[in-house]
């Protein structure tokens, strides 16, 4: 395959040209790389190598203006509206930087396309003032202050950039009309000077005017790249500024145009493969790879041309181990690597001035992956205390000082990271300055090992090294908040560049490296609308139809761009590979590019256009098993002795590896912070609370004056019992305070329900409140005891019957304490766990003879008051309303029948614990 930059080259050569005498312009330094490989094999002789420039740097070089960042504008920008604006009535930089990114945008395109300054900011001051009534009167404040600002955009405009020629720096519209200006004398200082411009397509005003005049005067030549097919169809975009150039420059009157090539309608190997979402993309450009090295043995005219530059990092993780030479033109997004995560994670902590800091922050920035080993002292991990302390405690909100308590042997790292930064900005820097120092020593211990977090750092520390110098210069920075704004301004044009041989191996790029290139094997991603191309943008002050009126490009001509810069990599060649994403996304790209639509509506080409998607392999659910081993069998038989609660034995039967995991395992929940008071922390106080009143009278009767004392005392316990069980969360704002309410209300409410039984006339006498129970059974098919234990909530004798109460928190029906088979109880749990918690509690205390039969069990729902106590009753069919709320000696051996049975499953060797589908 012939490159483009050779054939420039051989017809240079032919031309007898002296490159050594020649200054080569391209639209990009990346060119530059492989222009100057290709001249070796186009010259048969030793020569000097000529200049090469990007069109960026020999602009610079004609204006004798150098760039400067964006940040750097915003802030000279802000000291030209400072100094034009009286302070009452100028914003903040913070609200300053939100618009003046745009104006300055705006500024850049105007001077590119030298726009008149004063007849296109006067246009858009009248095009406002119409807007806005220009002849009501009288004028609002807002308004008027709105029109004064279009009026002063020119002189906004010139102080700026007079401001800014200065001191020898500009933006890069300004730099280019510098140019222009600079270019009559620069032709008469170099008179014998020649220049080759190539590989350009839309150029701006600028740099058509410098062009033009150097090719009017002899001092250069231009080779362009387009094909016939697309220059012919004159509705083909990729020729669309072509076609411009060709008939609207003088020079082409009586010079050719160089060139229009037939590369495209040459023989190609098209597949265009749409993929669902953009990692399936990654990983099939890595099976294209595979497969291309097994075919060609070789990757080194190969490319990768990502269309959305997100996509590097999956790229590179699933590149084949086949490839052995690789180069990343584009750079790595210094705000993707993790410090970024740290040092954003900081700012977030900081905007806010209060001293208490959310322990969600908290924990996020002790567990980063360059905080947590800085805060590893003796082989002790106080980043784990800290976070065990803030889970158990319910610390919400957590002070400096308490983490230095915590953590003691931490509390320099702890000030650095925690010490408020006090709305200061030389607090802020100082600290992350230090912070990047500290974390550096720690790494230097082992540099090998830690090489490239190293390189991170110092990026970083460069980074804040601007921010510092930035701040001290113009003191515009008044608050942490603004502050992290020009941080991330300056973070997001920060990129890691990768170090690699560029000619060699395979070349991964973005769409705007791969200009003036050429490659035999092309593959493209992400081919949608809204990526390429990259669709309808409108960040402007300047209306639409006053772009159109002035020449300034809108869409229409980006669009064209990216149609030219595909339709490019295109034509030289001979295999290429299309990937779009099939899965229409509105934030990262919708449907299919028109550019294979295009493509294929052409029919120049035999396309192969799949759909594929990723091997999904059916999995077929299996549910968990756990083998009883002999470890196993001795383990239940430990857990026997040790007793079964009614509660285990209910998670049993709602799901056996439940069981096995919280009872024979011993595996607990993880704690966590209860932002919001969690249901079984309310039914804990709830309980604790009713406890606390009835102790003291177990074996008297209540009465009436008794429960009225009770009534006063249930602020005072509940507030205890929740700092008690709650520890440190706060009750007292938010949902909590409406649970800490619920909670006084559901045991008034109880309270109440206790009144109104007594004033009925009824007698009630507390036998037990938690009354504790253990007893020792002997199951015929086990050849070791077996013990029952658990905690009853209350029983008491109401009208001289006795009674098993089970308090409930949640809400429980009728329906849910009633059994019809018997059979059923130890197999349904969400149907019949209540009727077998509170039969096993019946079962516990008549076995241990602490109550008599008959009695009465079940349960009081404080969700559900109304129903009253919710007696455990046995009905002989579902659709029976007689039903038996007497639980007596026939009723237990019933029962005893299904809990040996159920035991018995448990500690049979032969039953393994198999998971139930939920």
């Given at each position: 395959m012939t490159t483009f930059i050779f054939e420039v080259l051989n017809d240079l050569k032919k031309q007898n040209v002296n490159f050594s005498e020649i200054t080569f312009v391209l639209p990009s330094k990346r060119a530059g790389v492989f222009l100057k490989n290709q001249i070796h094999t186009a010259l048969e002789t030793t020569s000097f190598a000529p200049a090469i420039l990007s069109i960026e740097a020999f602009v610079e070089e004609l204006s004798l203006l150098k760039s400067t960042t964006n940040t750097e504008l915003l802030f000279e920008f802000y000291n030209t509206y400072s100094f034009l604006t009286p302070e009452k009535d100028g914003d903040t930089f913070d609200s300053f930087s939100k618009w003046a990114q745009i104006l300055l945008q705006d500024f850049n395109e105007i001077d590119r396309y030298l726009i008149p300054q004063d007849h296109i900011f006067n246009y858009l001051s009248a095009i406002e003032d119409l807007k806005h009534w220009s002849l009501e009167e009288p004028k609002t404040n807002f308004v008027t202050a709105y029109l004064n600002f279009w009026k002063k955009l020119p002189i906004y405009y010139n102080h700026y950039t007079n401001h800014l020629i200065k001191q020898g720096i500009g933006y890069q519209g300004l730099i280019y009309r510098q140019a222009v200006e600079q270019l009559p004398d620069y032709i008469k200082n170099h008179p014998n000077k020649q220049f080759v411009f190539l590989g350009f397509n839309a150029l701006n005003t600028a740099e058509e005017t410098i062009i033009q005049t150097l090719l009017e005067h002899n001092q250069a030549q231009i080779y362009w790249d387009i094909d016939h097919a697309f220059m012919s169809n004159q509705k083909h975009d990729a020729a669309l500024f072509m076609r411009q150039h060709k008939k609207n420059w003088h020079y082409f009157k009586n010079n050719p145009f160089h060139w229009v090539t037939n590369n495209y309608s040459n023989a190609k190997n098209i597949s265009i493969y749409g993929i669902p979402k953009n990692i399936g993309q990654a990983k099939h450009i890595g099976s294209i790879l595979n497969q291309l090295k097994v075919e060609q043995h070789t990757l080194q005219n190969t490319a990768v041309v990502l269309g959305?530059?997100?996509?590097?990092?999956?790229?590179?993780?699933?590149?084949?181990?086949?490839?052995?030479?690789?180069?990343?033109?584009?750079?790595?997004?210094?705000?993707?690597?993790?410090?970024?995560?740290?040092?954003?994670?900081?700012?977030?902590?900081?905007k806010n001035t209060s001293r208490k800091y959310y322990y969600k922050e908290v924990i996020n920035i002790i567990s980063h992956q360059y905080i947590r080993p800085l805060l590893m002292v003796n082989e002790i991990d106080f980043a784990n205390i800290?976070?065990?302390?803030?889970?158990?405690?319910?610390?919400?909100?957590?002070?400096?000082?308490?983490?230095?308590?915590?953590?003691?042997?931490?509390?320099?790292?702890?000030?650095?990271?925690?010490?408020?930064?006090?709305?200061?900005?030389?607090?802020?820097?100082?600290?992350?300055?230090?912070?990047?120092?500290?974390?550096?020593?720690?790494?230097?211990?082992?540099?090998?090992?830690?090489?490239?977090?190293?390189?991170?750092?110092?990026?970083?520390?460069?980074?804040?090294?601007?921010?510092?110098?930035?701040?001290?210069?113009?003191?515009?920075?008044?608050?942490?908040?603004?502050?992290?704004?020009?941080?991330?301004?300056?973070?997001?044009?920060?990129?890691?560049?990768?170090?690699?041989?560029?000619?060699?191996?395979?070349?991964?790029?973005?769409?705007?490296?791969?200009?003036?290139?050429?490659?035999?094997?092309?593959?493209?991603?992400?081919?949608?609308?809204?990526?390429?191309?990259?669709?309808?943008?409108?960040?402007?002050?300047?209306?639409?139809?006053?772009?159109?009126?002035?020449?300034?490009?809108?869409?229409?001509?980006?669009?064209?761009?990216?149609?030219?810069?595909?339709?490019?990599?295109?034509?030289?060649?001979?295999?290429?590979?299309?990937?779009?994403?099939?899965?229409?996304?509105?934030?990262?790209?919708?449907?299919?590019?028109?550019?294979?639509?295009?493509?294929?509506?052409?029919?120049?080409?035999?396309?192969?256009?799949?759909?594929?998607?990723?091997?999904?392999?059916?999995?077929?659910?299996?549910?968990?098993?756990?083998?009883?081993?002999?470890?196993?069998?001795?383990?239940?038989?430990?857990?026997?002795?040790?007793?079964?609660?009614?509660?285990?034995?209910?998670?049993?039967?709602?799901?056996?590896?439940?069981?096995?995991?919280?009872?024979?395992?011993?595996?607990?929940?993880?704690?966590?912070?209860?932002?919001?008071?969690?249901?079984?922390?309310?039914?804990?106080?709830?309980?604790?609370?009713?406890?606390?009143?009835?102790?003291?009278?177990?074996?008297?009767?209540?009465?009436?004056?008794?429960?009225?004392?009770?009534?006063?005392?249930?602020?005072?316990?509940?507030?205890?019992?929740?700092?008690?069980?709650y520890k440190e969360g706060d009750i007292y704002t938010g949902k909590n305070l409406i649970i800490y309410e619920i909670a006084k209300r559901y045991i008034s409410n109880f309270l109440d329900l206790?009144?109104?039984?007594?004033?009925?006339?009824?007698?009630?006498?507390?036998?037990?409140?938690?009354?504790?129970?253990?007893?020792?059974?002997?199951?015929?098919?086990?050849?070791?005891?077996?013990?029952?234990?658990?905690?009853?909530?209350?029983?008491?004798?109401?009208?001289?019957?006795?009674?098993?109460?089970?308090?409930?928190?949640?809400?429980?029906?009728?329906?849910?304490?009633?059994?019809?088979?018997?059979?059923?109880?130890?197999?349904?749990?969400?149907?019949?766990?209540?009727?077998f918690q509170v039969l096993t509690y019946a079962y516990m205390m008549s076995k241990s003879n602490q109550v008599q039969l008959p009695l009465e069990a079940g349960i009081v729902s404080f969700k559900n008051l109304g129903q009253g106590f919710l007696k455990f009753s046995k009905k002989e069919q579902s659709s029976s309303r007689t039903k038996n709320t007497m639980i007596t000696a026939e009723t237990l051996a019933h029962f005893e029948k299904e809990l040996y049975k159920l035991i018995t499953e448990i500690c049979n060797t032969n039953t393994d614990f198999i998971e139930k589908e939920l």
């Open positions: 959305d530059e997100n996509l590097l990092i999956p790229v590179l993780n699933s590149l084949p181990k086949s490839v052995d030479n690789l180069n990343v033109t584009m750079g790595f997004p210094l705000k993707s690597i993790p410090l970024a995560s740290l040092f954003d994670a900081l700012f977030q902590l900081h800290i976070i065990e302390t803030i889970n158990t405690n319910n610390l919400v909100y957590i002070t400096n000082a308490r983490l230095k308590d915590l953590a003691p042997e931490c509390s320099t790292i702890i000030d650095l990271l925690f010490s408020s930064w006090q709305n200061s900005m030389d607090i802020a820097l100082n600290s992350c300055h230090k912070l990047i120092l500290i974390i550096k020593q720690h790494l230097d211990q082992d540099k090998d090992t830690h090489l490239l977090s190293l390189e991170y750092l110092f990026r970083f520390n460069e980074l804040f090294n601007e921010l510092q110098r930035l701040n001290a210069k113009h003191q515009y920075i008044k608050d942490i908040v603004t502050l992290y704004s020009v941080y991330q301004e300056l973070l997001s044009i920060e990129t890691l560049d990768f170090q690699g041989e560029p000619l060699q191996g395979l070349q991964i790029m973005g769409m705007l490296e791969s200009r003036v290139l050429d490659f035999e094997t092309v593959i493209i991603s992400s081919v949608n609308e809204g990526i390429l191309p990259a669709g309808k943008s409108h960040n402007s002050f300047i209306p639409f139809d006053v772009k159109l009126e002035n020449g300034l490009p809108t869409y229409k001509e980006k669009d064209a761009v990216y149609t030219y810069h595909f339709y490019r990599l295109l034509q030289r060649a001979k295999n290429i590979f299309i990937l779009y994403n099939t899965e229409a996304d509105i934030l990262t790209g919708g449907e299919k590019s028109r550019f294979i639509t295009q493509l294929e509506l052409e029919n120049l080409h035999q396309i192969n256009h799949q759909i594929v998607a990723p091997l999904v392999p059916k999995i077929e659910k299996t549910l968990k098993t756990i083998k009883k081993t002999t470890a196993l069998k001795e383990a239940l038989i430990q857990l026997a002795k040790q007793g079964f609660s009614p509660s285990s034995l209910t998670n049993y039967i709602r799901n056996p590896i439940d069981f096995y995991y919280q009872s024979v395992l011993k595996i607990k929940d993880y704690n966590t912070v209860e932002e919001t008071v969690a249901a079984n922390t309310l039914g804990t106080v709830v309980h604790n609370t009713l406890e606390d009143f009835y102790t003291p009278y177990i074996g008297q009767y209540l009465n009436t004056d008794l429960i009225k004392d009770f009534k006063t005392k249930i602020e005072a316990r509940v507030s205890y019992h929740f700092k008690n069980i206790e009144m109104k039984s007594l004033q009925q006339g009824n007698t009630i006498k507390i036998l037990a409140i938690e009354a504790k129970n253990e007893i020792k059974i002997h199951i015929p098919e086990l050849d070791f005891p077996v013990t029952l234990k658990g905690f009853v909530d209350r029983v008491d004798a109401f009208n001289g019957l006795t009674r098993i109460i089970d308090y409930k928190t949640g809400s429980v029906l009728q329906n849910q304490v009633e059994v019809v088979n018997w059979e059923d109880i130890t197999t349904d749990y969400k149907k019949y766990s209540k009727s």
